[in-house]
């Protein structure tokens, strides 16, 4: 079920869906999904559908992925990457693939451990993980060009538009359950545009760190 043509046909299915990024495709591609995931649950890893990871978290389907990605590239090529909630390292490693650095901050000690695992597995050295609450970003290595987050918060913290470049694009599902959606918010020198993409079902972004 983890065979090339499972995978291809994972690929097929986000062309006919709409994502029309060939690097963001290829970059899927590359990545073996079922790395991420329970081994019980291998032969549905490239299916199109969100997956449990353990401690209330999911592993996020490839489409919400893909299309998440795709906006984040659409403005051009990106050197500085962060993630907030790096969960399975998923979406971190289609990240990898795409973008020169990648900062990923997860709030939940055993996900940052199996995260860390499969990132170093994976030979991704472009990638730095950190335990810490997301919604605070990653100050330290800020400003950055592009700003994914995989969990929604009620609204957009302050934190992570004040950690975007100029120009930078931030990623973001915001809203509560049952009514979230899908933003992206660009900095400009004026201030930020924020545009609506489409509705998503994340888990909430938690503060602090557990």
């Known amino acids: ?13 986000l062309r006919d869906e709409g994502i029309r990024d060939e690097r963001v495709l290829a970059a899927i591609g590359r990545v073996p999904r079922h790395l991420f995931i329970d081994e019980a649950l291998a032969s549905r890893a ?18 919400i992925v893909a299309t998440m990605t795709q906006a984040l590239l659409d403005g051009g090529s990106l050197k500085k990457v962060l993630e907030v909630g790096t969960g399975s390292a998923y979406q971190t490693a289609v990240l990898a693939g795409l973008v020169t650095e990648v ?13 860390h695992k499969r990132v170093r597995q994976l030979g991704c ?19 950055y060009d592009g700003i994914l987050v ?7 913290p302050q934190a992570l538009l004040e950690q975007l470049n100029l120009g930078g694009r931030l990623v973001i599902p915001v809203g509560e359950a049952g009514m979230q959606q899908l933003q992206l918010v660009v900095r ?22 557990a």
């Open 150 to 156: 995989t969990a929604a918060p009620p609204e957009i």
């Open 1 to 13: 079920m983890t065979s090339e043509r499972t995978r291809t046909r994972l690929i097929q299915r």
């Open 188 to 209: 400009t020198e004026k201030g930020f545009t924020c545009e609506r993409l489409e509705p998503v079902s994340f888990v909430p972004l938690v503060p602090g760190q």
């Open 46 to 63: 490239y299916e199109d559908t969100a997956l449990p990871i353990g401690f209330g978290q999911t592993i996020s389907q490839p489409f």
């Open 103 to 115: 900062y990923s901050v997860e709030r939940l000690a055993p996900l940052f451990q199996l995260a």
């Open 125 to 143: 050295r472009n990638v730095r993980l950190r335990l810490g609450d997301g919604t605070q970003g990653w100050p330290e290595h800020a400003p």
